[in-house]
């Protein structure tokens, strides 16, 4: 084979090897621009649509139409995001903007009561493609579980998600198509802790979670 051609077949195969790296390297968090997004940042997270906890046969124990939260990147490396939720706040429709649901008209609805924040948001690349997970405790610490609690006033439905379990959900990778980061976490159980009647002996968690600095959309690529 004369040496020219063997030069352009390396260099073909060069550059196939670098963009098969890139697209392995994934996932990572963006600008609109593309551009990478620094560690340090402060991510707001808004809902989409709204947030539920329902039973096991799919009624709708508490309902909230307004989650607010903020994460702290610590690492977007290409091959990981992780990011650290600092705080968090769920608001509805119901008296002084507190959550509905099926007990009362207005229960309140407060995440992680028993053990509080942080929590670890992660994407690696050696987890299924587009594969996000929360779990308690900083990411840079060891895993803790993470509890939810739903106060009725009178009564408190208390519930956990172990620390050998993490929450999983998924993100968008679409930034191609315009589609804003977004994580979606469906029908995660949550066991019970302190489920005092009428509470539920477990429940489902579904929401879903839009990222933006400072009101710009970010994006996972």
Request: proline share 5%; aromatic share 6%; net charge negative.
């Amino acid at each position: 084979m004369p040496k020219k051609l063997i030069s352009t077949c390396l260099a073909i195969a060069t550059l196939a090897f670098a963009t098969a790296s890139i697209a392995s390297a994934s996932p990572v968090l963006t600008h609109a621009t593309g551009s990478v997004q620094a560690t340090g940042t402060t991510l707001s997270a808004a809902n989409v649509g709204e947030m539920l906890f329902t039973d096991t046969s799919g009624n709708i124990i508490t309902r909230c139409t307004s989650a607010n939260l903020a994460w702290e990147l610590t690492r977007n490396s290409g091959t990981a995001i992780e990011s650290n939720i600092t705080s968090a706040s769920f608001t509805g429709t119901g008296t002084e903007g507190n959550c509905t649901g099926t007990f009362f008209s207005s229960p309140r609805f407060t995440m992680a009561v028993a053990n509080g924040l942080p929590w670890c948001v992660r994407a690696l690349s050696s987890m299924a493609t587009n594969e996000a997970q929360i779990r308690g405790g900083k990411c840079s610490e060891a895993a803790r579980e993470i509890r939810f609690a739903v106060d009725l006033g009178s009564i408190t439905c208390l519930y956990a998600r172990s620390s050998t379990e993490p929450i999983v959900g998924t993100i968008t990778t679409d930034n191609a198509q315009g589609q804003d980061a977004v994580v979606h976490i469906e029908r995660q159980l949550v066991k019970p802790v302190s489920t005092p009647f009428p509470c539920p002996e477990e429940e489902l968690l579904d929401f879903s979670l839009t990222l933006s600095v400072g009101g710009t959309p970010a994006y996972f690529s």
